[in-house]
């Protein structure tokens, strides 16, 4: 279920600037979705979710209509003010993972914070895995091989 957030700006005397009147609901989703490409953007992250997850993720995307899996690995909790976020990486083999955790932790923050105006509370990393430079000539390989 996708829950929503929302907020309410008004003056004391119940009048206020036009752009204040009103409320904006910001969707789990929504968050999820910025969460996600802002951790993409680091370039030692090669992927995000957890083994089976992106085993579900690959499925999902030859499917017609399956999506970009934009959110594959990322778990948000937005409250009214706030948002916390959690994330599976996949870095590259070589990069500092407490470096580029806290590269990502910092772009996820900027991001989440500037489009929504929420505050981000956490960001939770956790690493899943390592992606080594020979994992991606087999994946292809094998790809390559079924379709002969």
């Known amino acids: ?10 003056s004391q005397d119940g009048k206020g600037a036009p752009g204040t009147r009103g409320s904006t609901a910001i969707a789990d989703t929504v968050v999820a979705k910025i969460a996600g490409m802002a951790a993409r953007e680091i370039p030692e992250v090669y992927n995000l979710g957890g083994g ?17 899996g934009v959110t594959q690995g990322v778990k948000v909790e937005v409250g009214e003010r706030q948002a916390a976020v959690d994330l599976d990486l996949v870095v590259e083999y ?38 080594l430079p020979d994992e991606e000539e087999e994946e292809s390989g094998q790809e390559s091989r079924r379709v002969a």
């Open 1 to 10: 279920m996708t829950e929503t957030t929302q907020r309410k700006n008004a």
């Open 52 to 68: 089976m997850s992106r085993a579900f993720g690959a499925v999902r995307q030859r499917v017609p209509g399956g999506g970009s």
């Open 94 to 131: 070589g990069a500092a993972i407490a470096d580029t955790a806290a590269d990502v932790r910092t772009n996820v923050i900027n991001a989440v914070e500037r489009m929504t105006g929420l505050e981000v509370v956490e960001v939770n990393i956790s690493v899943d895995d390592v992606h």
